[in-house]
């Protein structure tokens, strides 16, 4: 069974500053992993799909890179604002499934001005 | 931009009473989802829907509940007997294609249930 992990689960940083946020997930067979931003009491907006066949997505200042053998995606923040404060999942399908994505716990980023 | 939009934004009700929690999915969409989230916890997978029947199913989504497309806008999650674990936030979702290939889900802002 699919097991999605992030760390850290918090993060504060100072404005402008670059992080990474980390995601670990433990099938490899995975065939497309996405990272979601929740902002408090809102829904899930979608960031980033990367698929199996793909490295690496870019949207604006963000960039998620997925490798498959080490079970490992990253979501690279540059020049991080405080509009960026939220909590960031990572999900993947369980199995082959249609639409069961197994979500971490998050990373909830607080970047101060 | 299109959105999932989800009714009520807040649903408090008694234990052992039904309940009904609405979604609007992306009018082209094809496949509906049901997630949830307990606070504090992770988000877990309830249900999928495609061609008007359940594709899939969690562990949690017993008996007690229930999914329909009455018509070609609405989407529903039907609780019939609440119980208080059932205190969550419920988020809708949908997508153009099977998401198999590779397709993004798009999801409301939520329903917050609480069962008291």
């Known amino acids: 069974k699919q097991e999605v992990t992030q760390i850290p689960a918090a993060l504060s940083v100072p404005e402008g500053e670059n992080l990474v946020l980390n995601c670990s997930f433990t099938d490899s067979a995975i065939y497309n992993l996405q990272w979601f931003r929740q902002d408090p009491g809102k829904g899930l907006t979608s960031l980033l799909l990367?698929?199996?066949?793909?490295r690496e997505q870019t949207s604006g200042r963000l960039n998620a890179s997925l490798d498959k053998s080490s079970g490992r995606s990253t979501l690279y923040i540059a020049a991080s604002q405080p509009g960026d404060s939220a909590t960031y999942l990572c999900a993947g399908p369980y199995g082959g499934s249609q639409g069961n994505l197994i979500f971490g716990k998050g990373t909830k980023l607080s970047v101060k001005p | 931009e299109p959105e999932v939009t989800q009714t009520p934004s807040h649903q408090v009700t008694q234990m052992g009473q039904e309940v009904i929690l609405r979604c609007v999915p992306i009018s082209n969409h094809l496949y509906f989802y049901w997630y949830r989230q307990i606070l504090g916890q992770k988000v877990e997978f309830l249900v999928s829907?495609?061609?008007?029947?359940?594709?899939?199913k969690s562990e949690i989504f017993d008996d007690q509940f229930s999914v329909e497309r009455p018509d070609g806008s609405n989407f529903t999650l039907k609780i019939r007997s609440t119980k208080l674990e059932d205190s969550a936030m419920y988020f809708c979702?949908?997508?153009?294609?099977?998401?198999?290939?590779?397709?993004?889900?798009?999801f409301g802002s939520g329903t917050q249930l609480s069962v008291l």
């Open positions: 990367i698929q199996s066949s793909q």
């Open positions: 979702a949908s997508s153009l294609r099977d998401p198999s290939q590779s397709e993004k889900l798009f």
């Open positions: 829907f495609y061609n008007n029947e359940i594709s899939e």
